[in-house]
């Protein structure tokens, strides 16, 4: 087997992944590795924007206070606290680092979105917040000799000795390389893609999370899974972000009658919670048995709406939607997980030289459902925590070590690959009970019966971490027998006992294994 060694080895280039490796590149070798080209990760599509206390007219403490609201009271209070906190320095790094938000005259503009109680999103060429920010950083990263991109190759697995980490065995050319580093950062994003609706990138197939589970570490939180309200519903068109920004700008939500509904279910109306919003819409697509409901930006001008949401005007016109003066069709995607690798504000996974940052670690800082625009920025924080904390490890990689792999290929893997997104979807998605979850987990254990571990390409690998984390986040949501933000049990509405704990699972040989000291107790709601 080839193998390559290394000082730091970081999987994932979003914020997150880029962000560690400008904060390691001076302490040793950085090798960053991504499955697809380095621009393609979660990051680039982000669109609304990034919040920080930015002006006079905010404080911190009120930024923290709106996270805990929306997290719904499960958010980990010091993980808050520092995302609030270091935020604004974060921000201020960037934009010396050429980051181009946009102003209003010599200050930056400021954007209110759902649950935030003062205007302190910023945000970047009106809607492509997330493509700037990939910018500034691989711009950054390419000025850095120390850091080398590994494009292209797939991880496979974790390379573990003695229950430490000593790297990562990937894919690269149909090859198997073993990447020996002292320390591994994982920052390979979410798991939008087990739902048939997302928003998210075609990577983001919960990788992350399913090869550190099974090399041992911990996953909490799995059951929240966050909705975005408004996604693009039209015949032909992919399920395409349609910004929370928007709303925030007084767009109206409407439903198939044209009658406004969010001021029925929440004071703040559409500017509700997104767990709030994402029901809402659901309940009212039932009301009036329509698949969608409908996005109305008509009041606001057409030169404002294209100046303001220019890449959403574009992209919509492709669907033959004019935003400025037709009735957008929408409905709810799944956008973005709050559980993960479960770690420290330092991104200390439990694994002794494993690390993880971004949508791809759970540091509680998001709770039960994050608040919009808090996800760049946990990534710019956490990700420069993380570098610091990665430069710390006193792993000496073992090198040498086999790596057993799957030799045999399944010819069903699309066909399950694409039933296993509608499962979940319909199974465990924005309203879930005992029954339908139970039905998911049969499913799941009747597609293990036809595959029998064939995972040889990278198709059939993604397949596996699949699998997994849909496993991870059926036991989860059936564990948590209440409904508490993003995760809403229509057989348990209440919140249910022990509410607050966390549920946290790690491998014990192939079963899930509950930690029973931050588990949710049995009993009913
Ligand atoms: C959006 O633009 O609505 C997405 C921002 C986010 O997910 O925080």
């Known amino acids: 087997m080839n193998s390559e060694t290394v000082d730091f080895l970081i999987i994932g280039s979003g914020v997150a992944g880029l962000r560690a490796a400008i904060e390691l590149a001076a302490h040793g070798s950085v090798l960053v590795v991504t499955k697809d080209k380095p621009s393609e990760s979660t990051t680039e599509y982000a669109q609304g924007g990034i919040a920080a206390v930015m002006s006079d007219e905010d404080r911190v403490g009120i930024h923290y206070e709106d996270t805990l609201k929306a997290g719904d009271g499960v958010c980990r209070k010091k993980a808050v606290k520092t995302l609030v906190e270091e935020g604004p320095d974060r921000i201020a790094e960037l934009i010396s680092w050429g980051a181009a938000f946009d102003r209003e005259g010599m200050k930056l503009a400021l954007s209110i979105e759902g649950a935030h109680s003062k205007r302190r999103v910023l945000h970047a060429h009106g809607d492509s917040t997330g493509k700037e920010l990939e910018r500034v950083l691989l711009n950054k990263v390419r000025s850095i000799d120390s850091i080398r991109k590994y494009p292209h190759a797939f991880t496979m697995d974790l390379i573990m000795n003695d229950a430490e980490c000593h790297g990562a065995y990937v894919l690269k050319k149909g090859e198997v390389v073993a990447l020996y580093a002292r320390a591994t950062i994982l920052a390979t994003g979410g798991a939008g893609q087990l739902f048939s609706r997302t928003t998210n990138p075609l990577v983001a197939t919960g990788d992350g999370m399913a090869i550190a589970f099974r090399a041992g570490a911990e996953l909490e939180d799995m059951e929240f899974i966050q909705f975005h309200p408004t996604s693009l519903y039209a015949p032909g068109a992919p399920h395409f972000l349609l910004s929370e920004a928007m709303r925030g700008e ?66 919509c016109l492709r669907y033959d939607i004019d935003i400025s003066s037709d009735l957008i069709p929408t409905s709810p995607a799944a956008h973005y997980i709050m559980g993960g690798i479960k770690t420290s504000i330092h991104g200390e996974s439990t694994i002794k030289g494993l690390y993880a940052a971004g949508e791809v670690a759970c540091t509680g800082v998001h709770g039960a459902n994050r608040l919009a625009s808090n996800s760049l920025l946990e990534g710019l924080v956490f990700g420069a925590r993380t570098g610091k904390a990665a430069v710390r490890t ?71 971490n699949m699998l997994t984390v849909a496993d991870i986040i059926i ?51």
């Open 250 to 315: 007084g767009a109206l939500l409407l439903n198939i009658h044209e009658k406004r509904f969010m001021p029925e279910y929440h004071p703040k109306a559409e500017l509700a919670p997104r767990d709030v919003v994402s029901r809402a819409i659901i309940s009212e697509m039932v009301k009036t048995g329509s698949d969608h409901v409908c996005l109305d930006l008509r009041h606001l001008g057409k030169d404002f709406v294209k100046k303001r949401f220019p890449m959403i005007y574009r992209t």
């Open 394 to 464: 006193t792993v000496r990689p073992e090198k040498g070590l086999s790596y057993q792999r799957d030799a045999a290929s399944l010819e069903e893997c699309d066909e399950i690959k694409r039933e296993l997104r509608k499962m979940m979807w319909e199974r465990a998605g924005i309203i879930r009970c005992a029954e339908s979850l139970h039905a998911g987990k049969a499913t799941l254990f009747s597609w293990r019966e036809i595959i029998k571990g064939k995972y040889f390409t990278r198709s059939e690998l993604e397949l596996k």
């Open 475 to 525: 036991e989860s949501a059936l564990t948590r027998k209440g409904s508490v933000g993003a995760h809403f049990r229509s057989d348990c509405k209440e919140r249910g006992r022990d509410w607050e704990t966390h549920i946290t699972w790690n491998r014990s040989s192939f079963e899930l294994k509950q930690t029973t000291a931050e588990a949710v107790s049995g009993g009913e709601c």
